[in-house]
Structure formats: structure tokens, C-alpha cells
């Protein structure tokens, strides 16, 4: 029963190429597109959940005019961060500022590492509710902290304990490691 409906089929299919090919090529575009829109609209709906309070995450945004052009962006004046705790501090748990993402050069021994990273307040850690393979992000109140990915200590160091190390930041600047977090992302607080 079934070969004789393979038989119908692959004759219509052969003696109607053009009508054919029409049908499976508008057939596979519009699968194609289906299964796109679907992927866009999970990676909408899962983005950042990796953090434990995800919901109560917000991103401040600046929106400007310019040859009357409306435009938005996520760089923010640095005062506004000063304002935004003053005004707006019992609002929020933490107001947390950070830089744009740049790759450092890390130095320890002789070795030089160049990683992406950037620089965040005290509190990023705790809102981002950070992992910590060793150390801890209490140490990161002094100014001349670090914390490291699990994947970039393990480049520096191999399979030694990070904590209290020091390295040197883009060849100038002694930073002692904090800790090292099981982040899969390597920015963070100078983080690294």
C-alpha cells in the first residue's frame, strides 16, 4: 500500500518538475524562516537568565537628539551614576557603573595574557550573583582587586590558587587577585 503511494508521488513529482520545484523550494523557505523566527524568539525570551534575580535587572539608557535624529545608546554621562545612588538609592539594592569592554593585557612571571575585560563597581559581583571557584568578592572594596574567570586563571596560573596573587594590568598597574569565579563569560570588576 505504502509503495504504491511512493509510486504516485514520485510520478507527480517527476512529471510536473517545474510545479515541483516551485512547491518544495516555497516549502523549505518557509521552514526555514518558521524555524528562524522561533530561534529569535527564544534567544529573546532567554537572554541573561544566568543571573539568580535576572527580573530585577535593568539597564540604564541614554537617548539623544543629534541633526534631528533620536537616538539611544547605553553610554551614560559618569554623573549620572553619583545621581542615580543619591535619588534613587532606596529604590534599588545596588546601582552598579561599569566600563566598555577592552582587552587588557595581563602580566605574571614574564607571560602576558591579553583578555577581554572591564572595569565595575563593588556591587557587580553580588547583582550579577557571581560563582566563586576560590577567593572571595569581599575582597574586591579594595581598588587594586581583580576577580578572574575560571578559564583565565587557569591560562595564567594553571592549576595553582589564584587568590592573593599579583598580576600586572596593561603593564603598569600592580592588581591582586580576589578569586576566581565560574562565570562563562570573562568581563567583570576589574574582572578578567
Known amino acids: 500500500m505504502f509503495r504504491n503511494y511512493f509510486k504516485i508521488a514520485w510520478r507527480n513529482l517527476t512529471g510536473n518538475k517545474t510545479y515541483s ?3 518544495i523550494g516555497g516549502l523549505a523557505v518557509g521552514m526555514a524562516v518558521a524555524m528562524l523566527i522561533g530561534l529569535w524568539i527564544y534567544d529573546e525570551l532567554s537572554f541573561n537568565k544566568t543571573h539568580q534575580h535576572y527580573s530585577r535587572i535593568a539597564r540604564v539608557m541614554q537617548q539623544q537628539t ?6 539611544t545608546g547605553n553610554n551614560v554621562p559618569a554623573p549620572l551614576f553619583k545621581e542615580l545612588q543619591t535619588s534613587y538609592g532606596a529604590a534599588f539594592d545596588r546601582v552598579v557603573i561599569t566600563s566598555w569592554l577592552q582587552r587588557h593585557v595581563l602580566t605574571y612571571n614574564g607571560a602576558s595574557f591579553t583578555q577581554p575585560g572591564n572595569f565595575m563597581s563593588t556591587g557587580a559581583a553580588e547583582m550579577l550573583s557571581l560563582k566563586m571557584v576560590s577567593g572571595s568578592t569581599a575582597g574586591l572594596k579594595d581598588p587594586a582587586t581583580i576577580l578572574l574567570s575560571a578559564s583565565t586563571a587557569k591560562a595564567i596560573f594553571g592549576d ?3 587568590v592573593d596573587k599579583t598580576l600586572k594590568l596593561n603593564k603598569d598597574l600592580d592588581v591582586r587577585v580576589a578569586g576566581d569565579t565560574a562565570a562563562s563569560y570573562e568581563p567583570l570588576a576589574p574582572l578578567f
Request: proline share 8%; aromatic share 0%.
Open 160 to 162: 595553582a590558587d589564584p
Open 66 to 71: 543629534l541633526d534631528g535624529e533620536v537616538n
Open 21 to 23: 520545484a516551485i512547491n
